[in-house]
Every structure is written in C-alpha cells, then in structure tokens.
C-alpha cells in the first residue's frame, strides 16, 4: 500500500469540509486511533496507517508516551516528528501523543474505534487480550484489526533497530528520513 501514492497535502481541506458537512447533516463519521510504541516507524506502520486511512474518516496515530517497553532509541517527540513527515501525503491522518488508558483518549478524541495490526499468529493472542480488555473498559469503542502487505508481515521497530545496530540495510523496510534518523542516532555520542 505504502507503493502506491495516496492523496495529496491540498486533499485535507477538501476532506475537512466533507466532514463538517457530513458533521452538519446529522450524518456519523468515523475517527479512529491508531496507537503504538512507534520507536521507530516502519513500513509496516505505514502500510496500516495508509489502509486505515481508506477506510475511516479521521485517523489519528497516536504515540503512548509512557510505554512498558524500557529505554526507547528516539524520543516522543522525534518519533512524532518523523510520522508528521512520512504521513504528511494523507489528508486525513494526524499525529499525537498519548498517556494512560487508550479508552479514555478515545473518548476524549471522540473517535469510537481502534485500528491495530495483525503481522502473524504470534500478535494475535495479546492483541485479543487488549481488544477485549478495551471492550471491557468501554463498550463504545471497536478495535479494528488489519493486516500489512505480505512483504511487510515480518518487519517490527524491535528488529529495524537489532539489525541496524549490527550493520543490517533496513532501507526497504522504513521511510528514508527513519534511515537517516537512524544513522545520526548512531553516529552522536
Ligand atoms: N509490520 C507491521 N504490519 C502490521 N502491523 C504492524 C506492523 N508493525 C507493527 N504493527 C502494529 O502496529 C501497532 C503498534 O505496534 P508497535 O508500536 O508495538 O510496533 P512494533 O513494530 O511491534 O514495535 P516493537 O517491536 O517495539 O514492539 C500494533 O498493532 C502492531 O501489531
Ligand atoms: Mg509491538
């Protein structure tokens, strides 16, 4: 997906009115959270980010500031940063940043559903559990799930960064401006 090229910068304001328009004649549109570590973006990411986009009205990638993941490589803001620019070519996709529970920052973006990835059997079942535990917690909320392209069901932040470090050519399997994060993160002390 992330081949082919989506709509323009100039589209967002054409998408904008649609909503308020849609908004104005009583009609639902549908925004939803697309949440995640995000340290850093893929291919992968994006590959979710530009089907989601095609499917939902407002799609906003949301970056968990305090995740359980230990010591990330970027920080929030550079990882926010570097979404901005690699999603800037969708007229309906924003970038935020988000703490605690995601149910609540759903309500409080009053978006009603939650778009995950599916890469292999093995995200299945924590993805399931969260899925169900977000359902418990608000009943309101839907969580989406869709999988990449077949060339990106392997690719996770977690390797990008293992085989980096070790010399690997990640350039297929993250936007350039991720490859030259990567290589200034390598070269300043
Ligand atoms: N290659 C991919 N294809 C489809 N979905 C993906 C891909 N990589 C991540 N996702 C999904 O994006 C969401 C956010 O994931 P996350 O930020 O943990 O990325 P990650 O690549 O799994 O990073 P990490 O290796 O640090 O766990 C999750 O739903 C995850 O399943
Ligand atoms: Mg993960």
Excluded: W
Excluded at 21 to 35: D, V
Aim: aromatic share 10%.
């Amino acid at each position: 997906m992330t081949d082919a090229p989506l709509g323009p910068r100039a589209y967002s304001f054409a998408a904008f009115c649609f909503q308020a328009g849609m908004l104005l004649l009583g009609m639902h549109t549908i925004k939803a959270i697309y949440p995640g570590t995000f340290d850093p973006l893929t291919n992968g990411h994006l590959d979710l980010i530009a089907r989601g986009a095609q499917i939902v009205d407002e799609l906003v990638v949301a970056i968990l500031r305090n995740s359980e993941k230990g010591n990330p490589l970027f920080t929030v803001d550079e990882r926010k940063e570097m979404i901005f620019e690699a999603t800037r070519q969708f007229g309906n996709v924003s970038v935020m940043t988000f703490d605690g529970l995601l149910v609540n920052f759903c309500r409080e973006q009053g978006a009603k559903a939650v778009l995950r990835g599916i890469r292999a059997i093995s995200d299945y079942e924590y993805e399931f559990q969260m899925a169900m535990m977000n359902r418990k917690l608000d009943p309101n909320v839907e969580t989406l799930f869709m999988m990449p392209a077949e060339k990106y069901t392997y690719v996770s932040s977690r390797l990008i960064k293992g085989v980096f470090q070790l010399g690997g050519d990640v350039t297929a399997l993250v936007p350039p401006l991720v490859v030259e994060r990567l290589k200034a993160k390598s070269t300043t002390p």
